[in-house]
């Protein structure tokens, strides 16, 4: 069973930095994109949104929002992603999402983690 686990979430004041993790485990996943989706939740509609996302090859891909403010890593051999966020705002405030799409183009998610962005 495909296993997404994410940790670093938390409260952070505007202009500070979190960062977080995201290990896969269950299985090889060959070549994969592993990266961050965020939702506000309470807003009817609301999909979520690409943050960031990294290839086995090292093709980064972010959000427009957070350009020059994040910053997404991975280790291959062990399947795991990280996000740094710096100069955080409160507009980033969402539910963070780790994501991993694998060669048959599945999709899997973790159980999201809350980033608050708040003085």
């Known amino acids: 069973q495909v296993q997404l686990m994410e940790s670093g979430g938390g409260l952070v004041q505007p202009g500070g930095s979190l960062r977080l993790s995201c290990a896969a485990s269950g299985r090889r996943f060959g070549d994969n994109a592993m990266g961050w989706y965020r939702q506000t939740p309470g807003t009817p509609g609301t999909q979520r949104e690409l943050?960031?996302?990294?290839?086995?090859?090292?093709?980064?891909t972010y959000g427009d929002s957070v350009k020059g403010r994040f910053t997404i890593s991975r280790d291959n051999a062990k399947n795991t992603v990280l996000l740094q966020m710096t100069s955080l705002k409160p507009e980033d405030t969402a539910v963070y999402y780790c994501n991993l799409l694998d060669t048959y183009l599945v999709n899997y998610w973790g159980q999201g983690t809350q980033v608050t962005v708040s003085s």
């Open positions: 943050v960031a996302s990294m290839t086995t090859g090292g093709f980064t």
